[in-house]
């Protein structure tokens, strides 16, 4: 055979991917690098650092140390334990083969989910000295989560155990007792020494009480192609290919179903149809195309279509929803917080989504569900999810690929969970979120946000800070300053001054000191909501009695109230504002026909002809105070 028909013969392969999984010392790295040994598919540099290292730091005793194959961490041979994902490539005559070595730790879950998320079978590894542990019920939970319909249960060491069939019996029996409770359809159990090769690569004559296949040769036939989804066409656009005016295309991996030339499909969101004109590949056009190709198609009408679109066929619709349950596999070192934003990636598309609701958290090593409100690192939850835009979705079980998301967090752009969609979930089905204790909140008119949610949001707390002085003291001038630079820092503030508020609020009142004290007091009410909502408020207001000071005080709340004493002399005043001052006709002006008592109790003293700097001191002030930032 010539190198192109050997080359051309392998590109035909089918291609199996595949994970080991099980406890520590179980042997799955051990079973991956017999595999390659015996199947003679290893380089002769390959053999010789392998020798080499199983001397040097190998876990075998005398016997050359497979596993070191695929640790490829230092910390991992140190310790001799997997702790991330080691994918390893090779072929046989029959088939090629992607495998994922992924960690037996339950602190390391996250990375067993990464290693099983594209894999069509399982290799589940138990240790026959000491049967089915709680690590082979949680993996074996993860898998049947992840969707994979083929488990190979590998019953390691019986070298260990004289190949006795009993203990192989016992540990496959208790091992269906619990598999029963999930939804795997094909399993099946081979007896294996994978350090000593038995049953790995070829059939063992220790174990004649066994009829079965040897691992490789169930790995080269077990039938996977029907696996894939051709029923249900899902092609969501990647890329819009425009190489030149004339041309243009719409490219992807084709997730599910048979795309054809000449037939009709239909574009979402806009539900807009029309014929596929071409199906492009590298090597020229297809007639049709299918998972897991990635081509380009033309269509004969000009629709517009971008990236996160999807082309399906008119009579089959995926979900187009915003509201779906889930399977959340938490993957941050950071806690869930429930009240975040944050990115949702699905099938080529991008949005923003919110979590309703955590119903319960799943114990992968029992299945037990508890109820919670926040998942942490490696936790398992089922979740209700709303977008901001609709998804074009199927359930996780029918379609791997339209059926599973990453969350993102929208600061540190961390993958912070994976999803597996269950299904839709209809606005009346959604949870409430008012409950008993929140309608009594309602009834006594307090808030169903805690003051610390509000703090967090806004990196703040709420406060008012209130400004006093004469006419023409420059407190205004000050004021406005204060908030200009409070807002560019990134702090949410209100100002309120007597102009604005008495030109609505306070429009029926004048100045007298009975309608003053009522206008000062309403001010003080709007603050105190304001606060209670978070907000910074900074109030310039005359307040000239310390009588009236002290009940604003007490209506905003001595937590919340910071008084700032604009300390200007009078003859400074009437300098700034002689029109005011020198108009005989108006009445009750602070410091001229009515008295004006400076606080005693002022926060700080300010300085009017240092105005240019007062707004960094009280900024100081607040700073310290742990009013803006927080943190």
Not at 57 to 69: K, M, Q, R, T
Not at 395 to 423: C, E, Q, R, S, W
Not at 574 to 587: A, G, H, R, S, V
Request: glycine share 6%; with cysteine; charged share 30%.
């Amino acid at each position: 055979m010539d190198i192109k028909a050997f080359l051309d013969q392998d590109e035909k392969k089918d291609l199996l991917r595949l994970l080991t999984a099980g406890s520590v010392d179980d042997g799955k790295s051990t079973l991956i690098g017999r595999l390659l040994f015996d199947s003679k598919r290893l380089y002769e540099d390959q053999l010789a650092a392998l020798q080499r290292d199983s001397k040097r730091v190998g876990h075998a005793g005398e016997d050359i140390d497979y596993a070191l194959l695929l640790d490829g961490l230092k910390a991992e041979r140190e310790q001799g334990i997997t702790i991330d994902v080691a994918y390893r490539y090779f072929s046989t005559n029959r088939r090629k083969f992607i495998i994922a070595d992924t960690p037996g730790h339950e602190q390391y879950t996250r990375n067993m989910v990464t290693g099983a998320s594209t894999a069509n079978l399982a290799i589940i590894l138990i240790d026959a000295t000491k049967g089915v542990i709680t690590q082979t019920r949680r993996h074996t939970f993860l898998v049947s989560l992840l969707g994979i319909k083929h488990v190979v249960l590998a019953v390691n060491k019986m070298d260990l155990v004289n190949f006795d069939q009993k203990i192989f019996d016992d540990i496959c029996s208790d091992y269906k007792d619990f598999v029963t409770q999930l939804d795997i359809p094909d399993i099946n159990y081979i007896p294996i020494s994978a350090l000593k090769g038995d049953n790995v690569v070829d059939k063992t004559d220790k174990m004649e009480w066994y009829k079965g296949k040897s691992m490789l040769d169930f790995l080269e036939s077990v039938h996977i192609s029907s696996d894939r989804n051709f029923d249900d066409l899902r092609y969501p656009v990647q890329y819009v290919l425009r190489p030149d005016r004339d041309f243009r295309g719409f490219s992807t991996r084709i997730s599910s179903g048979v795309i054809r030339k000449g037939e009709e499909v239909m574009v979402l969101p806009s539900r807009k149809k029309s014929k596929v004109k071409s199906i492009i590949t590298y090597d020229g056009e297809l007639e049709e195309a299918f998972p897991p190709q990635a081509v380009t198609v033309t269509l004969e009408d000009e629709i517009d279509i971008s990236r996160g679109d999807m082309l399906v066929h008119p009579d089959n619709l995926p979900r187009i929803e915003r509201h779906f349950e889930t399977m959340l596999v938490w993957m941050d070192e950071t806690p869930m917080d429930p009240t975040t934003q944050f990115f949702i990636k699905h099938a080529n598309n991008n949005t923003k989504a919110r979590i309703d609701q955590v119903k319960y958290k799943v114990d992968v090593n029992n299945l037990q569900k508890s109820e919670i409100d926040h998942l942490k690192l490696n936790e398992i939850g089922r979740a209700v999810l709303t977008t901001n835009k609709p998804l074009f979705f199927d359930p996780y079980k029918k379609n791997k690929n339209t059926g599973a998301f990453v969350l993102i967090h929208p600061v540190t752009n961390n993958t912070v969970a994976v999803g597996m969609i269950i299904d839709k979930l209809s606005p009346d089905d959604l949870p409430s979120k008012i409950s008993d204790k929140h309608r009594d909140q309602i009834r006594k008119g307090e808030g169903l946000i805690a003051q610390k949610e509000y703090q967090k949001r806004y990196n703040q707390k709420g406060a008012t800070l209130w400004v006093t002085g004469l006419h023409g003291s420059g407190k205004n001038e000050f004021a406005f300053s204060l908030e200009k630079q409070l807002f560019d820092m990134g702090a949410t503030v209100v100002l309120l001054d007597g102009s604005s508020v008495r030109s609505g609020l306070s429009k029926e009142l004048d100045y007298s000191p009975t309608d003053r004290a009522e206008h000062l007091r309403r001010v003080a009410e709007v603050c105190r909501l304001l606060n209670d909502q978070g907000i910074i408020t900074i109030c310039s207001f005359i307040s000239p009695d310390e009588s009236i000071r002290t009940q604003v005080g007490e209506i905003i709340g001595e937590n919340q109230f910071h008084l700032f004493h604009m300390d200007a002399s009078l003859e400074f005043c009437k300098k700034n504002k002689p029109d005011l001052y020198e108009d005989e006709t108006i009445q009750y002006v602070p410091g001229v026909d009515i008295p004006f008592e400076a606080p005693v109790n002022a926060a700080l003293n300010l300085d009017p002809t240092q105005n240019g700097n007062n707004p960094e001191k009280v900024i100081e002030y607040i700073r310290e105070k742990k009013i803006f930032p927080l943190q």
